[in-house]
């Protein structure tokens, strides 16, 4: 399986607001070229990128399962509800490709032997300022479902 940071082609966020908040999911609005746009006061990278259990994953976390749409969905609820966290995004393996695609264009052979079906699904954590992102990286990765978890850039 391979893990690759993605765009956000493709994705679905989830933003808090001050109201009570909904479990539900909004699409990114994004203009004709597919590419999100950030409001000024949005974080333009995110802080930890969350990788999800594929088919087959080596990984001792997933035991050579997929992740499954309740173990899904209870990730995403558990970030969404984190104080510390401002928004998530998830990224399907498609969009997750697509970013692949790009960020590594160089490199021929590797784009040309990826399919789809090897990217994990992710989420893109975007935290509060002054959030403890190695305390969220390490709980998320507890949670089943959850291949693993890396900051995002800069490290």
């Excluded at 409001?39 to 802080?47: A, C, G, L, Q, V």
């Excluded at 399962?65 to 309740?70: E, I, L």
């Excluded at 399907?92 to 490199?107: I, T």
Aim: proline share 6%; aromatic share 8%; glycine share 6%.
């Amino acid at each position: 399986m391979l893990a690759v940071a993605a765009g956000t082609v493709g994705a679905v966020a989830l933003v808090r607001s001050a109201a009570p908040r909904s479990t539900a999911a909004t699409q990114v609005a994004t203009p004709a070229n597919g590419t999100a746009q950030a409001t000024p006061t949005e974080k333009t990278s995110y802080d930890l990128i969350v990788f999800l259990c594929g088919k087959g994953s080596d990984w001792p976390s997933c035991e050579g399962k997929a992740v499954t749409a309740a173990q899904r969905e209870a990730v995403r609820r558990w970030l969404h509800d984190r104080p510390e966290v401002q928004r998530v995004r998830f990224v399907d393996r498609q969009a997750g490709y697509e970013a692949f695609k790009k960020q590594l264009a160089h490199n021929e052979a590797l784009v040309a032997a990826t399919r789809p079906e090897d990217i994990s699904e992710s989420f893109e954590v975007y935290l509060e300022p002054g959030a403890d992102r190695d305390a969220v990286r390490k709980a998320v990765e507890a949670l089943p479902g959850v291949e693993a978890a890396y900051p995002g850039w800069p490290f």
